[in-house]
Nanobody
Framework: VTLVESGGGSVQAGGSLRLSCVAS????????MGWYRQAPGNEREGVAV???????DYADSVKGRFTISLDNAKNTLYLQMNSLKPEDTAMYYC???????????????????RGQGTQVTVSS
């Protein structure tokens, strides 16, 4: 499975971006997909996760601002990011797990399939 992210860029604080992640295929009917990020000098941080059952989980730092969603027909995962803050600046990665073992946002950086990342920069 190959994951390809897009949609990153530079925005001012308070702005919005939508990230996309296209999966080359779905390896099983049971899966979970998510986003994690990593800023220079920081550890990887799970941002959001969604399962094939539609259940979602978010990091506390993004709750109420970010929304994760899946378009199964297009094998595409999205992350709508609103009210962006400078501390959201990071490289954002898409990740997938087939089948879904643990659907907890903190485990997203450990998923077996990961993309190359897309940079998000938020200026104050």
């Amino acid at each position: 499975v190959t994951l390809v992210e897009s949609g990153g860029g530079s925005v001012q604080a308070g702005g919005s971006l939508r990230l996309s992640c296209v999966a080359s295929r779905v390896a099983s009917v049971d899966y979970c997909m998510g986003w994690y990020r990593q800023a220079p000098g920081n550890e990887r941080e799970g941002v959001a996760v969604v399962g094939s059952d539609g259940v979602t989980d978010y990091a506390d730092s993004v709750k109420g601002r970010f929304t994760i969603s899946l378009d199964n027909a297009k094998n595409t995962l999205y992350l709508q990011m609103n009210s962006l803050k400078p501390e959201d600046t990071a490289m954002y990665y898409c990740a997938a797990q087939y089948p879904c073992v643990i659907q907890v946002v903190a485990t997203v950086p450990l998923f077996g399939y990961r993309g190359q990342g897309t940079q998000v920069t938020v200026s104050s």
